[in-house]
């Protein structure tokens, strides 16, 4: 079975423009959920869907955003980039729930820099 | 204070040597996980638990409930273990908090 993919691996923007994540899960997996990784914060969640829907969020701005689309794929999109969303973002998949109950597959993560 | 903290944050040892990793947490959580970070950025999901301890090959991790703590063990460490080791609580409506990791570097 093939693992979670991410598209791009890496990328490189300017401050003020937007980006356009893409994030495919393991094949009947109905999960996905992202997260930031900076070396100042480490670890910090960004939102999950299921089946479409955005079911948790995490603390960040409403510039930071996503949907999923009826084949589970997710996308996350950050309008009017800052230097601080620099940062490796990674996604995972799970089966149904969310981290709570579920593990998690993570996919190799997208590296962002913004200039 | 960070919800969930983890100790150490840099471990050095000899191949062969029995490593723990410590990780405590301030809030109720619904599971804990232990991840794995190779250098480039790559997470594997070591472990998920709630309760008493799981283990698969070398790696060992257990959870006390009522002190809030939880460690991961590695018996006969080896290089390949270098990587940082991440510990991560499921807390309310599924969201997830981590630790800062551990890093750890096995010397052959």
């Known amino acids: 079975k093939a693992g979670v993919t991410q598209t791009p691996r890496y990328l490189i923007k300017t401050r003020g423009q937007q980006v356009t994540l893409s994030c495919s899960p393991i094949?009947?997996?109905?999960?996905v959920s992202w997260y930031q990784q900076t070396p100042g914060q480490g670890l910090q969640f960004l939102f999950e869907y299921f089946s479409e829907t955005q079911r948790n969020k995490g603390n960040f701005p409403g510039r930071f955003s996503g949907r999923q689309f009826s084949n589970s794929r997710s996308e996350m999109n950050v309008s009017t980039l800052e230097l601080g969303d620099s940062a490796l973002y990674l996604c995972?998949?799970?089966?149904?729930?969310?981290?709570?109950?579920?593990?998690?597959?993570f996919g190799p993560g997208t590296r962002l820099t913004v200039l | 204070k960070n919800e969930v903290e983890q100790s150490p944050q840099n471990l050095t040892a000899q191949e062969g040597e029995f490593i723990t990793i410590n990780c405590s947490y301030s809030?109720?959580?619904?599971?804990l996980h232990w991840l794995q970070q190779h250098p480039g950025g790559g997470i594997v999901s070591l472990f998920m638990l709630s309760s008493g301890k799981k283990k698969h090959g070398r790696l060992i991790a257990t959870i006390n409930i009522q002190e809030k703590h939880s460690s991961l063990h590695i018996t006969a460490s080896h290089p390949r273990d270098s990587a940082v080791y991440i510990c991560a609580g499921s807390i309310r409506d599924d969201k997830i908090i981590f630790g800062k990791g551990t890093r750890l570097h096995i010397l052959p």
């Open positions: 809030v109720g959580i619904s599971a």
């Open positions: 094949s009947g997996h109905r999960s």
């Open positions: 995972a998949s799970s089966y149904s729930g969310g981290a709570g109950y579920n593990e998690q597959f």
